[in-house]
């Protein structure tokens, strides 16, 4: 089946880094997603990006959709400790047996230090 | 506004018993996708719903499990008989028009335990 290549797989920083974090996929993509979840919660959306090439941004968060459709990329600016969870990209491709379903990447495990 | 509710949160059983996991989705989404997730495989779709019909259900991993939607705002999960390996998260989600048109809302999940 389809499959997004996260990475990295988690992080470590200190408050106030930057970080970054991107998916790939030998696939193309239509809409990319990025979700966050929180410690015995279901993920909730941060940005979807529906347009090659499209940057969007939400407060601190910005995610780009990849000219080729087949990568994304999240950045936290200035993290803080509430920032701490796990961040899933996700891939949709729309027609056939593939509409309606997402692909979900692996996962990027945040820690930030205070 | 409720998000999605799934009951129950937590959930321990032994090996062979039934298990019925639960979801009421958000009022008026016509699309209910049901997810398994653990450390090993992440998250992987199990079946989804159009309309309270079926659409694809090729991620239920073998023939103890089964999903039902009798009207648009339930649907169960059910697993029977119960094995270890099912131990996992089992999420809930539901979304208006199709993942991509429309965020995919989660439930808070259920944490199952089979011993």
């Known amino acids: 089946g389809q499959q997004l290549n996260q990475s990295p797989q988690s992080m470590f920083i200190q408050e106030g880094e930057d970080v970054s974090m991107n998916c790939t996929s030998s696939?193309?993509?239509?809409?990319w997603l990025w979700y966050k979840q929180d410690p015995g919660e279901g993920p909730v959306l941060l940005i979807a990006l529906y347009k090659a090439g499209e940057l969007t941004s939400n407060g601190r968060l910005t995610a780009q959709f990849g000219i080729t459709r087949k990568d994304s990329f999240l950045n936290i600016s200035a993290s803080i400790p509430s920032d701490v969870g796990i961040y899933f990209c996700?891939?949709?491709?729309?027609?056939?047996?593939?509409?309606?379903?997402?692909?979900f990447g692996q996962g990027t495990i945040l820690t930030v230090h205070p | 506004d409720a998000g999605v509710i799934q009951s129950p949160r937590h959930e321990v059983t032994e090996m062979g018993q039934e298990v019925t996991l639960r979801c009421k989705p958000i009022?008026?989404?016509?699309?209910l996708f049901w997810y398994r997730q653990t450390m090993m495989r992440g998250l992987e779709l199990l079946i989804y719903?159009?309309?309270?019909?079926?659409?694809?259900d090729s991620g239920m991993p073998e023939d103890r499990f089964s999903a039902k939607m009798p009207n648009a705002s339930f649907s169960t999960l059910k697993i029977q008989p119960s094995e270890p390996r099912d131990s996992a998260v089992y999420f809930c989600?539901?979304?208006?028009?199709?993942?991509?048109?429309?965020?995919?809302?989660f439930g808070n999940g259920t944490r199952l335990t089979v011993t």
């Open positions: 719903f159009n309309n309270n019909v079926p659409i694809d």
């Open positions: 696939s193309i993509f239509n809409t």
């Open positions: 009022s008026g989404h016509d699309y």
């Open positions: 989600a539901s979304s208006f028009r199709g993942q991509g048109n429309s965020p995919l809302h």
């Open positions: 996700a891939g949709h491709r729309r027609g056939g047996t593939s509409y309606g379903k997402l692909t």
